[in-house]
Nanobody, 126 residues
Framework: QIHLVESGGGTVRVGGSLRLSCAAS????????IGWFRQAPGKEREFVVG????????YYVDSVKGRFAISRDNAANTVYLQMNSLKPEDTAVYYC???????????????????WGQGTQVTVSS
């Protein structure tokens, strides 16, 4: 099975940037669709962005379009989330997840994902 580890979180000021990494081990990440989710205090976990297993499609929720970018480096077995123009409402624990269905569309429900990382905290201060 694939094992995922997120890193790159931290505290930034409004308008700042962070790049999160989702490093995979055990299996090659190129065979998995990857999603980034986040959970803010007192709120349910929500889908943020995803990329299909063949990198043919990406999907972003409206609140991050134009600010966040997902990419994958198969040689490094890592998926990245570049976050720019950060806002206080982006504050959350961010999780990456892998789905084994090799779906041709980006899956947005957390129920569709089979493997999860432990999460990394992102805090945006005003």
């Amino acid at each position: 099975q694939i094992h995922l580890v997120e890193s790159g979180g931290g505290t930034v000021r409004v308008g700042g940037s962070l790049r999160l990494s989702c490093a995979a081990s055990g299996r090659t990440v190129s065979r998995y669709g990857i999603g980034w989710f986040r959970q803010a205090p007192g709120k349910e976990r929500e889908f943020v962005v995803g990329i299909t297993w063949n990198s043919g499609r990406t999907y972003y929720v409206d609140s991050v379009k134009g600010r966040f970018a997902i990419s994958r480096d198969n040689a490094a077995n890592t998926v990245y989330l570049q976050m720019n123009s950060l806002k206080p409402e982006d504050t959350a624990v961010y999780y990456c997840a892998a789905e084994v269905q090799e779906s041709w569309r980006v899956l947005t429900s957390d129920l569709d994902y089979d493997y999860w990382g432990q999460g990394t905290q992102v805090t945006v201060s005003s």
